[in-house]
Structures are given as structure tokens and as C-alpha cells.
């Protein structure tokens, strides 16, 4: 098989590419160039490209690098600072899969004759007795990343290939190792490439919309204190409303960007019956009935019913759940299987 390998600078591709090599598979890597601006973590920075280059030469490889920042900026930074405006909590790492790395590259792998791309995200390819396949959870349960994989469907299914799926991340820096690979024991990226963790999100937001100060409330509509950006709050955080001290821990559970208003309650305030998607997306059609869905990349699954409609889905939760935030993920299983997932829109 003729394999497009991308090289994101860490060790778990570098890894990928080697065990395809060993399969004896015809391996080409390719690096995305995503992120033109400043960058100090990720896969975006400067460093990241050169160190996958350094790995590609050591594996023997031939390398590209193929520059994607118009397209990044376009589908991935735009929506991000979107969200922020509108008070929604956006996840760019989906929406770079979604967008850049199952898309863009699938489409140009095809184009340059390639049978797949291979990825070394923490996920598998599972064949099912039906013939379809599906993306299943990592084996290692502290690095599965199938969460972020769940655009992923079609015929892309057939053309993605996670070769460290089946490995913990201990194991693929023993084979880093032993392969002498620079990026051995590189430590793992964070999950937003394009903000940098001297700055944060404050100043890269500022750059490119108006921040608005505004009120916090309490339950019974009581002014409790205020935050200088609106823009910047989510559903259920904690720290960083300005409240007086010695009162029992409070939440957000409302974000009023148009009103500049943010209400907190007590941790009970949070809790929901159910959760409204929207932008579905299925593995191979729709499903309703009971499934497990997760709200986070590394969040506990909760048994939820699935209820199709012409909107999306209505979630109903099994018990009472942590409200979830409008532009938030959730991912739908069957045990280890993604079969879908969605954008809260509505908890209520």
C-alpha cells in the first residue's frame, strides 16, 4: 500500500510512519504547515516542522510540507474567535481534523496517488461484520484521542490508518528509542497550536475582536461581581468571575453575551435532563436508543437516549448531567466505537 504519512514533529508520528515502514508499506511523510503566526506549542510551530523533517531523514523518508494556513485560518482560527464572540466554547482541534487533516489531506493524498494517510493518533480502525468501519477508542486510555476523531466517516474510513492505536504511549517511546528518533522523549502537545502558553488566550483574542466587560450574577438575579471579558467565559467555570471570597463554591450557569451578563449558582444549578445537537455527523447513519456519550476529550462517558428530530438529536441523560457548553463536542459510542456526535446547542 502506497501511504501518506503526516508528520506532526511529536513522537507518536514519527512512530507511525516507522511501524508502516516496518509493514512494508511504500511510505511518503508530509508535514502541514497550518499556523503562519507566532506559536510555542502544538503542531504549528516552527520547531515542530523542522523536527519532523529531522525525523523523516532518519527514517529515509522523503518529506513535503505542504502549507495549509489560508485554509487553517480560514475554517479553523475564524470559527474559534467566532465562538468566543457569540459565548460559545469552540474545540479547534475538531474542526482541524474535520477540516485540514481528514479533508484537505485526504483529497490531496488521492490526488497524488496515495491509498491512505496514516495519523499517530491514540485511536483504531475497526472492521465490522457489516463490511463498514468504524474509528474505536486507543488503547491506552489515558491518550485515546477518538473523541476529536468523530468527523471522520464515509469514505474516509477507508482511507485513515492509525498504526500506534493498539499501543500505550509508554511502549511507542520504547520504539522511539530504539529507532534513535529525536523525538523520543519530546513531550506531548497541547491542544490549541495557535495560542501561546506565554500569552493565553486573552491577547490573541483582543487582536482580533472587541472584549466586553460585564456583570455577574447571582440566581435570584443579585449582582456578585464582574469579569473584563465576556467573551472569555464558559458554561461551568469557576475562577476568574471576580467573587468576594468565603461563599460556597458557584458556577456559570448562563452566558448572556448581547446583555453582558454572566449568572453563577450553586454546583446543583448545573445540572441538566437532557442536551440538544446539532451539526450531526454519523459513522454509517443515523442510531437512536441508549448510547454512552462524553463531553471532552478525556471525560467519563454517561448512558444517554438518543432522539432524532429534524433539528439533530435530543440527548436524554440517564441521570442529572453537568450542563453542557453551546459549542461544546459530545461523542456518541457503542462500548469503544464512535458512532457519531454532534454541537450542544441547548441544555435544559
Known sequence: ????????????????????????????????????????????????????????????????????????????VAPYVEAHRSGATPNPCIECNRHLKFDVLLRRAELLGFDAVATG???????????????????????????????????????????????????????????????????????????????????????????????????????????????MVTIGQRRGLGLAGGAEPRFVTDVNVAERAITVGPPERLMVGSTDLARMIWASGPVEGELLAQVSAHGETAVASVRNNADGVELVWSEPHRRVAPGQSVVLYEGDQVIGGGISVRSG
Request: aromatic share 6%; hydrophobic share 40%; net charge negative.
Open 121 to 231: 493518533h491514540h485511536a483504531r480502525m475497526i472492521d465490522r461484520p457489516d463490511g463498514t468501519r468504524r474509528v474505536a477508542r486507543g488503547a491506552d486510555p489515558q491518550k485515546d484521542q477518538s473523541y476529536v476523531l468523530y468527523p471522520l466517516r464515509g469514505s474516509a474510513l477507508d482511507r485513515v490508518l492509525f498504526p500506534i492505536g493498539h499501543l500505550h504511549k509508554t511502549r511507542v517511546r520504547e520504539i522511539a528509542a530504539d529507532l534513535g528518533l529525536r523525538t523520543a522523549a519530546k513531550p506531548d502537545s497541547q491542544d490549541v497550536c495557535f495560542i501561546t502558553r506565554a500569552d493565553g488566550r486573552r491577547p490573541f483574542l483582543a487582536d482580533r475582536m472587541e472584549l466586553h466587560p460585564a456583570e455577574v450574577f447571582d440566581s435570584e438575579g443579585n449582582p456578585v461581581g464582574a469579569v473584563e471579558a465576556v467573551e
Open 1 to 76: 500500500m502506497r501511504v501518506l504519512a503526516a508528520l506532526s514533529g511529536g513522537v507518536d508520528s514519527s512512530v507511525s510512519a516507522a511501524l508502516l515502514m516496518e509493514d512494508g508499506h511504500e511510505v511518503v511523510a508530509a508535514t502541514m504547515k497550518l499556523w503562519g503566526g507566532e506559536s510555542d506549542t502544538g503542531c504549528c510551530s516552527v520547531g515542530d516542522v523542522e523536527d519532523a523533517r529531522r525525523s523523516a531523514a532518519q527514517l529515509g523518508l522523503d518529506h513535503h510540507v505542504f502549507n495549509y494556513t489560508a485554509e487553517f485560518d480560514d475554517l479553523v
